[in-house]
């Protein structure tokens, strides 16, 4: 049996003919290994966006594709700006970090001391476990009905802390992590609290005018953001909708920002040479608190993930609807990586990893583009079934729909598959191949290779 080695990728929307623009680099040839990576994560994942890698301040690949808006027919251009969700993270933290240096709290203290109406069970609830997702508090997610009408409804404070105080801590504070955009919430609020002005208020005049990033504010409902591009949902027939639509409201500073790539650039660079903040409270920025309890989560500082090995980064994506972003520096070589796109759910780590592999020339694989047999004609009807892998671990249901086969393993949205060769299909969507055992045109069980691995299911 013949199996198929592929590296794939989903979301294939944008066509190559839409604009690629480039700054050229001395090194040619990593500027073509850039180039030709953005090109084929356009066509294949349906990248559309800007990459940007720096040594400091001098650029040395910046380039964009795909379209900021496919109604108006518009393309993206360097500069546009995009909902930076979580990466709002790393500015919370630093606001945190240069209240402390004015004396304004300690990291030790109850976040009650500073929101008098928060409820009596999180009493022993401390800044330092809010910035390091140890605190207890769920996600947003942990709210009644977040997903379906909570997310959509414009909260003020007194609403949100309501909200806040119907939940339970997952685990009494300090003993584990578990990652909270809502503790990001009680921060800003602490922080306007001291302060007495707005969060967007406070973190223009204490980071963004300072560092000149005229690019970058706050997200609301209302507003109208010159250069913002609109964002667009993947959806499972690999078809693109409309971003649904947000409210921001409940993600103060915690996923409540916009910027751009030459901003975030200015962000970056602002810690090469402490300038906002001492040397010794910068440090507390990047220091490793919360050591994760579970391979889903990794090593977190103030508003920063942090990998130590080598090559040292400090690092944060973040996911909203329509927008996928990420942002690293790696202190050391003083390298930053910058990726940012118009859509949801985009392997965005996976893609900047494969960048920092090409800037730091470790062995890497270019993906390349899988295109469908359509010369063959297919009996697409023998395939449909339940299927389950020699573990019992996992599900996998085929099923057909037009002519077009689907796969969906259990708890997930199906994809399309797509035929490679002779009862061989492989994912857009998702990364994967598939080849079904056949006999007499009835199928008796099927191989999956996904990231290398092979795993064999049974037809029930």
């Known amino acids: 049996m013949k199996m198929i080695k592929i590296i794939l990728s989903g979301f294939v929307l944008a066509l190559f003919t839409h604009s690629i623009n480039a700054q050229t680099i001395e090194n040619a040839s990593l500027q073509d290994d850039f180039q030709t990576y953005l090109n084929v994560i356009h066509a294949k994942k349906g990248f559309s966006g800007e990459i940007l890698v720096a040594k400091a301040n001098d650029v040395l690949f910046r380039s964009s594709v795909g379209m900021a808006s496919l109604e108006h027919e518009l393309k993206i251009t360097n500069g546009s700006k995009y909902k930076i969700a979580s990466i709002t993270k790393t500015f919370t933290g630093a606001l945190v970090a240069m209240a402390q240096e004015e004396g304004q709290l300690n990291f030790e203290d109850k976040a009650c001391k500073f929101i008098e109406d928060l409820s009596e069970k999180f009493k022993e609830v401390t800044i330092h476990q809010l910035l390091t997702h140890t605190s207890g508090l769920p996600h947003n997610e942990g709210i009644t009905d977040y997903w379906p009408i909570k997310s959509k409804l414009q909260l003020n404070k007194e609403q949100a802390i309501a909200e806040i105080n119907e939940l339970d801590l997952l685990f009494t504070p300090g003993s584990k992590m578990h990652y909270s955009s809502l503790g990001y919430y009680l921060l800003s609020t602490i922080l306007e609290v001291l302060y007495q002005d707005s969060f967007e208020n406070i ?97 977190y500082g103030y508003g920063w993930f942090i990998n130590s090995s080598q090559p040292e980064k400090y690092y944060h994506g973040g996911g909203t609807w329509g927008f996928s972003t990420y942002t690293a520096l790696y202190p050391k070589d003083k390298i930053s990586i910058i990726v940012l796109s118009n859509r949801s759910s985009l392997p965005i780590e996976s893609i900047a990893g494969d960048i920092e592999k090409l800037v730091f020339n470790r062995e890497f694989e270019m ?94």
């Open 203 to 299: 973190v223009t005049d204490k980071i963004l005018r300072p560092l000149q990033m005229e690019e970058t504010g706050s997200v609301n409902s209302l507003k109208i953001i010159p250069h913002m591009v609109s964002g667009y949902h993947l959806i499972s027939d690999d078809s693109l909708v409309h971003a649904p639509y947000r409210n921001y409201s409940l993600l103060k500073g915690a996923g409540d920002m916009y910027s751009s790539a030459t901003d975030l650039l200015k962000w970056n660079n602002s810690f090469l040479n402490n300038t906002l903040l001492s040397e010794d409270k910068q440090k507390l920025l990047f220091t490793t608190y919360a050591i994760p309890h579970s391979a889903e989560n990794k090593n």
């Open 367 to 460: 993906p390349q583009i899988e295109v469908a047999q359509t010369t063959n004609p297919i009996n697409f009807q023998i395939y449909p079934g339940n299927f389950i892998s020699d573990s019992g671990k996992m599900k996998l249901q085929i099923t057909s729909i037009n002519n077009k086969l689907m796969a969906q393993l259990a708890g997930n949205p199906a994809f399309e598959i797509y035929p490679k060769g002779q009862h061989a299909f492989f994912g857009k969507k998702v990364e994967l191949a598939i080849e079904f055992e056949v006999e007499n045109e009835v199928v008796t069980g099927l191989s999956v290779l996904r990231m290398g691995q092979t795993f064999h299911f049974k037809k029930l």
